[in-house]
């Protein structure tokens, strides 16, 4: 109990009131609205933000984390109650709703006590994106009617655009008027001014015009009356013809209360530096949810967008949201006056700004340029659940995952390795072009487990690479973690036919848990002769090779001045940024000469963007420094030959502590120099001739 308010410190209490007070502001129209949505009377969400509320505030271990009447739940139950054929808002929905409520609560203890919490890594990010983008759009078309003075629509995509189109004809052209500005006002100040609670003004706005100026004259209508007083408690009463679709429809709105808010809540622990127990937090998400249930409520999750809020304004501990509880049961006793001087379309227009706020159309974006098929999955919940409904819409997302998931590791990073002449790194052929292979071996890397699903890509990209030259053939298995019963088999089958062609199959650099495994699926005999080793080196010693391996086309130790330096000098930067590499030097170059019009100075900028850059990445560094040093010069107001005299210096003493740590590579380094002078003279004669005026002084 009371996880985040032990030890409290005092200096905490201020903004942690006012925030909550915040909050509880912010609540009024977004929980009234959900709570619509859900098929209730909109008083019925601000219930939802009182005891619920402060529950899970007593027992979460989130220091920030706001509990109340969401979307997704408000959402799903709303959908569900379509299915179910019970009308939203009606007497049979005031019965229904808390009993899913009630259900939810229940699924939600039954995931603590099985510590379930770690069920959300297997429901992807584009899933869930999909799956909420869905239901607001859904929700979106629900609640558009309700601008221009229709009832809100029900069913999915079809029902809902019929709805729309039979409903139009009649619409209201002031609630029009009303509900498009103040959606206007909502969207464009969420974009200039988002931190600011104009939902609350917006509000404010519509009940001060209801006060003056007569609503039904103009056919705008208004929300209900709602009479003073705290909510009573219930025994949610269930109907047993109704039992088996409550069941699945409470276990999908636990599903998705655990996932969003778990990976919500980890979000900002993160962000925050502070650690959360999942578990603990599924208990609080169910004792919420029991207590929402026995005061006829909607199902409630976590709210992001307030507990942005509650991070923009200061809350720090969970008293935020016990005192957002707290001063709603203020309201419910003494302010409830004004919510019947509400306009239904401007309350609309605040739930149509909040869900269009929660669509994530902006994962959608970035998963098409990072990654197509998590693009397609993200599309295929979206649509599943705006054309199928809710459920069918997660089914198709999860099993659009799994396929992808099964695809990826089908199809995973596989390279041939080879060696730079002068180099002892295997490194893969396509990606470093003056890598050769090394003479009758096959070197290949598979980065995967080997299964049923993979294995056929294993065996023919070997079975392809090797000619009647092959010798020997070397898998890289660093990657390979496990091998099915079905790879084994493959396995065996690849061993004997290339034994028969006279090539050797070796199994390197895995880890020896895999060596069990090989056993245990009767491959032993791999190991027992020598075709299981350690490391790439020993396979090629057992054939006969030793370092420096003959190569393909060139002699290991020719050193081919038409190579690019960044193949022979910058390993790690081609390694870490590949093809990119000397844009990415260049722009760090530009970054540091920026940095100098801050106040640093040469020395600090000195040895590169990264700390502990090896000896030849460092010289790389400098010679791009070199070819800048007029700009430098422009930005700092320093002498070019001073500047150049920096750099000459730092190049000094890497080359000292080459000829100390590796005097072996100082012949080659020299040359290197020469190459590099004559660049620097091809595309900066200016900066060379001060280099080299430089070196002759000295």
């Known amino acids: 109990m009371c996880h985040t308010l032990r030890n409290y410190k005092k200096e905490n209490i201020i903004p942690d009131i006012l925030t909550g ?10 929980s009234m609205g959900y709570s619509q949505i859900a098929g209730l009377p909109a008083v019925y969400g601000l219930y939802g933000s009182v005891l619920p509320i402060i529950v899970f505030g007593l027992l979460s271990t989130s220091r920030q984390f706001i509990f109340g009447v969401d979307a997704a739940p408000a959402a799903l139950v709303g959908a569900a109650l379509v299915t179910l054929g019970v009308t939203p808002g009606t007497e049979e929905a005031m019965q229904v709703v808390p009993v899913i409520t009630f259900f939810t609560a229940i699924w939600l203890l039954v995931f603590f006590l099985f510590k379930a919490g770690k069920l959300v890594n297997y429901i992807s990010t584009p899933v869930m994106g999909g799956f909420i983008s869905g239901i607001c759009a859904t929700i979106i078309l629900m609640q558009i009617p309700k601008l221009y003075g229709a009832g809100s629509g029900t069913g999915e995509l079809f029902e809902l655009m019929e709805h729309i189109a039979a409903t139009v004809k009649d619409a209201n052209v002031p609630s029009i008027v009303m509900g498009v500005i103040a959606l206007v006002i909502l969207l464009v100040s969420r974009r200039l001014i988002p931190k600011f609670p104009m939902a609350i003004c917006v509000m404010a706005a519509g009940a001060v015009m209801s006060s003056f100026i007569d609503m039904d004259e103009y056919g705008i209508v208004c929300l209900s009356e709602v009479s003073t007083g705290l909510p009573s408690f219930i025994v949610p009463q269930v109907d047993g013809r109704m039992l088996p679709d409550i069941l699945t429809v409470s276990l999908s709105v636990a599903v998705v209360i655990m996932a969003e808010t778990l990976l919500a809540e980890n979000n900002f622990a993160q962000k925050n530096r502070y650690k959360i127990d999942d578990n603990q937090e599924l208990l609080a998400f169910g004792a919420a949810n029991l207590a929402a249930a026995f005061m006829g409520c909607c199902p409630i999750n976590g709210s992001v967008s307030r507990t942005t809020m509650n991070e923009q304004y200061g809350g720090r501990t969970q008293l935020t949201g016990i005192t957002a509880g707290v ?26 700004s909040a869900l269009y706020s929660a669509m994530e159309f902006d994962l959608a974006a970035r998963l098409w340029k990072v990654s197509k098929v998590e693009f397609y999955i993200f599309c295929g919940a979206f649509l599943g659940v705006l054309l199928l409904g809710t459920i069918n819409g997660v089914l198709i997302g999860m099993i659009l995952s799994f396929v992808a998931v099964i695809k990826k590791a089908a199809d995973p990073p596989r390279n041939f390795l080879g060696q730079v002449p002068g180099h002892g790194e295997f490194l893969a052929l396509e990606k470093f072009k003056h890598a050769y292979p090394i003479q009758h071996v096959v070197i290949y890397r598979f980065s995967s487990n080997l299964f049923f699903a993979n294995i056929a890509t294993f065996q023919k990209d070997i079975m392809d690479a090797v000619d009647e030259e092959t010798r020997a053939v070397i898998v890289d298995a660093s990657a390979i973690g496990s091998v099915d019963v079905t790879a084994a088999k493959t396995l065996r089958i690849m061993y004997d036919t290339l034994a ?23 491959l032993g005999d791999l190991i027992e002769n020598g075709s299981v080793r350690q490391t790439i080196e020993r396979a090629l010693a057992d054939c006969g090779l030793s370092s420096p391996y003959p190569l393909v086309g060139v002699h290991n130790s020719y050193h081919d001045i038409r190579r690019k330096r960044t193949d022979t000098m910058v390993q790690e930067l081609v390694w870490a940024f590949g093809d990119d590499a000397e844009d990415v030097i260049e722009r760090h170059i530009q970054e540091s000469i920026r940095s100098m019009k801050n106040g640093a100075d040469m020395e600090q900028i000195m040895s590169g963007f ?6 030849q990445d460092e010289d790389e560094w400098l010679e791009h420094m070199e070819s800048h040093i007029e700009e430098i ?10 500047i150049a005299e920096h750099i000459e210096r730092r190049r000094k003493q890497l080359y000292e502590r080459l000829e100390k740590e590796h005097p072996e590579f100082v012949e080659r380094y020299k040359a290197r120099r020469t190459r590099m002078d004559e660049r620097l003279r091809k595309h900066n004669p200016a900066a060379y001739e001060v280099v080299m005026k430089l070196r002759e002084k000295e």
Request: hydrophobic share 50%; net charge negative; charged share 15%.
């Open 327 to 352: 001063v709603m049961i203020v309201i419910l006793l003494c302010g409830t006056g004004f919510i019947g001087y509400l306009p239904v379309p401007v309350l609309t227009a605040i739930v149509i």
């Open 633 to 642: 010069v422009r930005v700092t107001g320093e002498d070019e030959n001073k």
């Open 500 to 522: 028969d062609m006279g090539i050797k199959l070796y199994i390197t650099e895995h880890i020896g848990q895999l060596n069990v495994q090989l056993r245990k699926l009767g």
């Open 610 to 615: 990264w700390s502990q850059m090896d000896i």
């Open 21 to 30: 007070i915040i909050i509880a502001a912010v609540s009024i129209p977004i």
